[in-house]
């Protein structure tokens, strides 16, 4: 067989020291670029050779859904906030200046929604245990600090705090006895999940020492990784140095008996067209891992069902098994990339009825909410009243899952909190 083009490029990252140098590539005027590096001193940009040479159309990067992916738009935080930062760059400010404003701005953005750290965050003891999550009553999710950076940013990525250097809202640990023992201590813990920014910056060996100690685990079911290098750096598991070792990795994981769910983040379609992407999820399969698909809806970027059909058809074909349609988080420039909670529901339902049975494993759309998944099942007309008929797809009290309860319809909401309870007093969760 013949290796696809471009397995053998090494990893190059892009960050904001680059941002004006690759802005060159596009029509843009020296305001605009300006402007651009002004949004991103507050939200992180970091994107890699692959993305910006295979993926993005420098010819019309405007309409290119891949551009407004990574590069940050100037439009993405209010007017004046922009304003504040662009003079600030201007004037050549310090960059301890800078940041302080930035810093400013990111806590007016809800940087941890869903009660990230109040909430989910268990103790030993009296202490938190910095860097797990236990929300759900089976799954637990761990940061491991070595993997608390990506390939690239998505712009609307909900973990953006992970990624700015304030060290308050970071979540991440290094220490894999606080992982075990927490997990050994909870039988009802089934499924890990390790997650970031993306566990798949790690190399094989930092890898190994947190997966490896979970397969000794007999109520540990399942080993989850959440990613996006399938989308964003393909040669993790082609021509990297370590793909063959981490391959490895995967089948000592699914010898142990258990199931390793490579949980892979796509955006859009040309983020599966690639040969090396294809590739890259064969060997994947071929190790016994079982890959589902999730993304969220975002605007300007996959708001049509179409894509989303696309998707999912294209993602069966090759295997892998589609997953989660969300709603994006109230977080960040959540007001530049939101969809009204109708008009997603109608790109879901639009997308469901293109595809066979076999790709309707997917749910949505799903709100990663602070009571659990929230999903609109649809807009249904009841007593004469119009209403959102919602679902709790996953939930902190395991009681209330599966359980349907319905909202005033509201055109214009786009998120749970956006909402009021109908026929009731308040949601089954308050």
């Known amino acids: 067989m013949t290796a696809p083009e471009n397995t053998g490029r090494r990893f190059h990252a892009y960050t904001i020291r680059h941002l004006d140098e690759l802005l060159q590539r596009a029509p843009l005027t020296e305001e605009q670029r300006l402007r651009t590096r002004a949004v991103a001193s507050v939200l992180p940009f970091r994107t890699n050779a692959y993305v910006v040479d295979e993926l993005i159309d420098w010819d019309d990067p405007f309409g290119d859904p891949m551009f407004r992916l990574v590069f940050p738009q100037e439009d993405m935080l209010p007017v004046e906030d922009v304003d504040h930062i662009a003079g600030l760059l201007q004037n050549d400010a310090s960059k301890q200046e800078v940041t302080a404003a930035a810093n400013q701005i990111r806590f007016k953005l809800n940087p941890h929604p869903a009660g990230q750290l109040a909430l989910n965050i268990p103790k030993a003891g009296e202490e938190p245990i910095p860097g797990l999550q236990h929300k759900y009553r089976e799954t637990v999710l761990f940061f491991p600090q070595q993997g608390q950076t990506c390939h690239a940013y998505c712009t609307y990525c909900f973990r953006w705090a992970q990624f700015v250097g304030i060290a308050d809202l970071k979540m991440a640990n290094n220490d894999v006895e606080q992982l075990t023992g927490y997990v050994r201590d909870h039988p009802e813990v089934s499924s890990v999940l390790l997650t970031g920014g993306d566990p798949m910056i790690m190399g094989e060996p930092v890898l190994r020492r947190y997966i490896e100690p979970l397969l000794e685990m007999e109520h540990v079911e399942s080993v989850r990784i959440g990613s996006k290098a399938l989308a964003y750096w393909p040669q993790r598991f082609v021509s990297d140095p370590d793909a063959d070792d981490t391959l490895r990795l995967f089948e000592r994981v699914v010898a142990s008996g258990k199931n390793l769910a490579f949980m892979a983040h796509f955006s859009h379609q040309k983020e599966l067209d690639s040969e090396i992407v294809r590739e890259a999820v ?40 589609p997953y989660y349609m969300f709603v994006e988080r109230d977080t960040g420039p959540q007001d530049y990339f939101s969809v009204p909670l109708v008009r997603a529901w109608e790109i879901f339902r639009d997308a469901f009825s293109q595809v066979s049975g076999l790709c309707r494993t997917v749910r949505g759309p799903s709100m990663s909410a602070t009571p659990g998944k929230v999903a609109v099942d ?47 007093d308040k949601f089954p969760f308050e």
């Open 378 to 424: 649809g807009v249904v007309e009841i007593g004469g009243e119009k209403v959102f008929a919602l679902r709790m797809l996953q939930a902190r009290d395991p009681d209330l899952v599966g359980r349907p309860f319905y909202a005033k319809f509201d055109e214009n909401a786009v998120w749970v909190d956006d909402l009021k309870p109908a026929f009731a």
């Open 282 to 321: 064969r060997r994947i399969r071929a190790t016994g891992a079982v890959i589902r698909t999730q993304a969220p809806l975002i605007r300007t970027i996959n708001d049509d069902a179409e894509q989303w059909a696309g998707m999912w058809r294209t993602q069966h074909k090759l295997g892998m098994i």
